[in-house]
């Protein structure tokens, strides 16, 4: 049978029963557009997540307090709450040879005023490199200086949730003044808004000076945390290992498990990061790769009832000297037509379903080419796997049986 004649055959066929076939293709259609909008949903998931991780700083290590250990007891409480790390510790890691720049920083919650109005936040003392280190951007005025770090001036830079809670949505606070745990602050600055929930919300928060936050509010010389940034991405191991070398020698701790620091690691959070998101659309796409499943079962009843209907014309077919590859071509080619443009309907359905969530449900996606790539690749393969036993089936029929069938 020439190729020409096969795809005229297989027309006619669809043709014919055009309701049976868009309710078969329709099934086709469902599974692929599931699978490319679930595919899409994760991608962009891990794209958001990873611009997230990205924006709380570049190739970026965190040094925090772990709990004092004495002998076999625990001296002080978790991790982070303990008194175990110095502005000494600080300037002691900035001799690393791959350390680009590092931040000591002290927190807390405190209440802050300004006219009428006041609000519960985080406000962190740091030097002036926290802003390079963490990617902090200012809308408004400056950073925290070196100078204003040295003469332990009372100065305020207010993150944009801050602002619009203090000042009122969009307003220039530049100038004026608020009071922290009873303490007159300058406002210098405001940060431009970045978004983030938990430790990533770096709009909830106030900056003021180093020495000014461990002189008026803490009271004492400890730091919460110690931001450091590596020289690059292949760096980052290697400086992780100095960092805790060098702290278990200045802390005079011999075994590594009694440690009372912790250093994170920013990659390490990436990866794990990663690692869930391809395992929760794994989880989704083959979800909706059960829909493919029913689809491909449709074919194969549609395919298996056209055999059963035109086998008295598979008998004539056959009597005049057609081959069992030309009717097994027939009938596997109309398999494949079908979930072919069921996939090619499958991909524009699932980039409406992808734009629709971003559009209206504010979630990011990204379909990818590899993604509509494999839809045609499935669609094709759901045609042949599902298509073969009909087309096979066809082809076996006796001509004689094939022309008595009633």
Do not use: C
């Amino acid at each position: 049978m020439k190729i020409r004649d096969l795809f005229e055959e297989t027309y006619s066929a669809v043709i014919i029963n055009k309701v049976r076939s868009g309710l078969t293709i329709l099934g086709i259609v469902i599974g692929i557009g599931s699978v490319i909008a679930m595919v899409a949903l994760g991608a962009g998931a891990q794209s958001s997540i990873a611009a997230n991780i990205q924006s709380i700083g570049s190739n970026l290590l965190t040094v925090s307090p772990g709990a004092a250990r004495g002998r076999g007891e625990q001296v002080s409480s978790g991790r982070g709450s303990a008194q175990t790390l110095t502005l000494d510790d600080a300037v002691a890691l900035k001799a690393i040879a791959q350390v680009k720049a590092v931040a000591p920083q002290t927190s807390g919650r405190y209440q802050l005023k300004a006219k009428a109005k006041n609000t519960n936040t985080n406000v962190l003392g740091t030097i002036a490199e926290y802003a390079s280190i963490r990617n902090v951007e200012l809308s408004l005025g400056s950073f925290i200086t070196e100078q204003t770090t040295k003469s332990s001036n009372k100065v305020a830079v207010l993150g944009a949730t801050v602002r619009d809670d203090l000042f009122g949505l969009g307003a220039d606070p530049v100038g004026q003044s608020i009071r922290v745990n009873n303490q007159d602050f300058k406002v210098i600055g405001v940060t431009r808004p970045k978004g983030g929930t938990g430790f990533n919300n770096q709009d909830d928060v106030v900056y003021i000076p180093l020495t000014t936050a461990q002189r008026f509010l803490t009271g004492n010389n400890f730091l919460s945390a110690i931001s450091i940034q590596a020289a690059d991405q292949q760096a980052m191991t290697a400086v992780q290992e100095e960092i805790t070398s060098l702290l278990l020698s200045r802390h005079s701790i011999s075994d590594p498990l009694r440690a009372d620091f912790n250093v994170f690691n920013q990659a390490d959070l990436a990866t794990a990061a990663t690692s869930v998101t391809d395992t929760f659309t794994i989880l989704l796409a083959s979800i909706a790769g059960i829909s493919l499943l029913v689809g491909g079962i449709g074919i194969m009843n549609m395919m298996l009832t056209n055999v059963t209907e035109r086998t008295r014309e598979i008998g004539l077919r056959k009597a005049i000297g057609g081959k069992k590859r030309d009717i097994s071509a027939q009938f596997l080619m109309e398999a494949v037509v079908l979930t072919f443009f069921g996939g090619a309907a499958g991909i524009v359905l699932g980039w409406f379903l992808s734009w629709g969530v971003s559009k209206f449900a504010g979630i990011a996606t990204h379909i990818s080419i590899s993604s509509v790539l494999l839809a045609f690749g499935v669609s094709a393969g759901i045609g042949l796997l599902f298509g073969y036993y009909p087309a096979r089936r066809a082809a076996k029929l006796n001509p004689i049986e094939a022309l008595r069938y009633e």
